[in-house]
């Protein structure tokens, strides 16, 4: 069975309408990317059409000095919110973005301030896949006491996934396992619902899951010129499965732009 996100895109359209309200002009985001490859440029011209969209000014900025760069749209009155585009190139390391973008204006949620915010149970820039993740899981089921074990430890997702869903409120028990995890799959197999987010095609299959699991597929990866995710497909004969794509990058895309309205908001002061 797969799991549809259509409700929950929905519920964040209807939030970004609400905001919209408040701000009477068009968001700028600015995407910053150093030395873009091909995929890269195809990548961000798809966001910089979806979130006209959603009423955003997407600007594509070329970088020759990341850091520089962040310091000036940071101090830029014009710019509403910032966006770095992956993969960091020149030695440039995540750490950089965590520490010299603005946390205001830090729609991915990646700063240092707003990672330690969110360790605290403040959740108004988090991780935009991670906050995917939560938000699937939370319209799937109750969480409340549920054992969850996500495949991957990276800042942007397994990390601060766990944090949220251990969230007082929230109450899961959660597992965070890893390239070194002994017994990989006799873990997983105790799990209420498994997170996979490995960027490994195909990876978990039947022999990682029980009959009647949540799984929530993070990846996308390319297979024989085709997207597929990190968990295969045909477990959703037997497990409720997020699709890929249409899943958790779905939902993930309408956080980001909804991030982008929140920063113009904050802005003014009223968040």
Partial sequence: MLIEVKDIINEIKAEISSLKEKVPYEPKLVSLVVEPDESTTSYLNSQKRNAKKYGINLEIVESNDLINDLRKYNEDDDTDAIFIARPLKKGYT?????????????????SLHNIGSMFYEKELFVPCTAEAVVKIIEDTTDVRGKNIVILGRSTTVGKPAAIMLQRHGRDATVTVTHTKTNNLKEVTK???????????????D???????????????????????????????????LTPVPGGVGSVTTAILMRNVFRAANNKKGDL
Avoid: Q, T, W
Wanted: hydrophobic residues 45%; negative net charge.
């Fill in 190 to 204: 105790k799990a209420d619902i498994l997170v996979a987010a490995i960027g490994k095609a195909n990876f978990v």
């Fill in 94 to 110: 995540e750490l950089d973005i965590a520490k010299y973008i603005n946390p205001e204006k830090d729609v991915e949620g990646v």
């Fill in 206 to 240: 039947r022999s990682f899951v029980k009959e009647g699991m949540i799984v929530i597929d993070v990846g996308i990866n390319v297979l024989n010129g085709k997207i597929v995710g990190d968990v295969d497909k045909d477990i959703s004969e037997i497990c409720k």
